[in-house]
């Protein structure tokens, strides 16, 4: 499969061993990809007017569009022409969260109706500049190991007793780590304290450290007394923040913007996880 196109991933592994210097056998013992499709991405890099550290630092877009050719014999123009005036639409159906709708499910529809269309890396790319262009927020800055953001996803999961038959609603906690977006997932028997907090400790022992301050909304389980400025915690929570010598805080009430990186897990969670399941 020398002709075989590459994911970006790995496409950019093989930009940072030429980097290093590395031959062609060397990158194929290390990667697995074949010699001959290594050979041929190092021509497409080297017939850019780039060196191999300019094209690595490249978005994954622009690096896309230089390394594989467009596949359509319409222009640029024509396919922005079809695609431009569904924009607005894939927008709000991409925000109806209840319905975990992705970008993926939207491109292999859009590609159905228009299959000498955008390939997916550039469908995503002009949907996303038209959301951004049309919800304009201040971005956020994490430092590493700062905060971890929790929260319950708004979907649970259910199992089924096996004797019964009973349906049984699990609720799901999602823990997240801003800065590198690692998260933790984990369906529980009920969403009280007691099987919560023995969550959250597995939760710091999967990512491997306690962060500085937890983030959560204002649940019950975790706030006496919701406040804009200076909620309350539950004694409980205090007395495991000090055990694990962390800080509890707490967002402004019905604000999610103030958590988007576990509003963002949660959604990875549906398609990843709930969807499969």
């Not at 969550?199 to 990512?207: G, P, S």
């Not at 915690?233 to 495991?240: A, D, G, H, R």
Request: charged letters at 20%; glycine letters at 4%; proline letters at 6%.
């Amino acid at each position: 499969m020398a002709n075989k196109a590459l994911t970006m991933l790995q496409t950019r592994r093989i930009l940072k061993l030429l980097m290093e210097g590395c031959s062609l056998r060397e990158i194929h013992r290390s990667t697995g990809i074949h010699r001959l499709t290594i050979k041929n991405y190092q021509h497409r890099f080297q017939s850019s007017d780039k060196t191999f550290s300019e094209l690595f630092t490249l978005p994954d877009y622009d690096l896309s569009v230089l390394v594989h050719p467009p596949r359509s014999t319409k222009t640029t123009d024509e396919r922005y022409a079809d695609l431009y005036p569904q924009l607005q639409r894939l927008a709000e159906e991409l925000g109806k969260k209840h319905f975990h709708v992705t970008k993926q499910v939207l491109w292999e529809e859009y590609l159905r109706d228009h299959p000498t269309g955008y390939q997916y890396s550039q469908f995503c790319y002009y949907l996303d500049q038209h959301i951004q262009q049309h919800d304009a927020t201040m971005p956020q800055q994490h430092q590493p190991g700062y905060r971890l953001q929790i929260d319950f996803a708004g979907d649970p999961l259910w199992i089924i007793e096996p004797l019964s038959r009973e349906r049984i609603e699990c609720p799901v906690l999602v823990c997240t780590l801003p800065c590198s977006s690692f998260f933790y997932v984990e369906p529980l028997s009920s969403a009280r304290q007691e099987h919560m907090i023995p969550a959250l400790n597995r939760a710091l022992a999967y990512l491997g450290g306690v962060p500085k301050n937890i983030l959560s909304d204002n649940m019950k389980q975790v706030v006496t007394k919701a406040s804009r400025y200076e909620p309350i915690f539950n004694e409980l929570m205090e007395q495991w923040a000090l055990h694990y010598q962390t800080n509890m805080q707490a967002t402004r009430i019905v604000r999610p913007k103030d958590k988007p990186s576990v509003e963002g897990s949660v959604h990875h969670a549906y398609s990843q996880i709930y969807a499969r399941l």
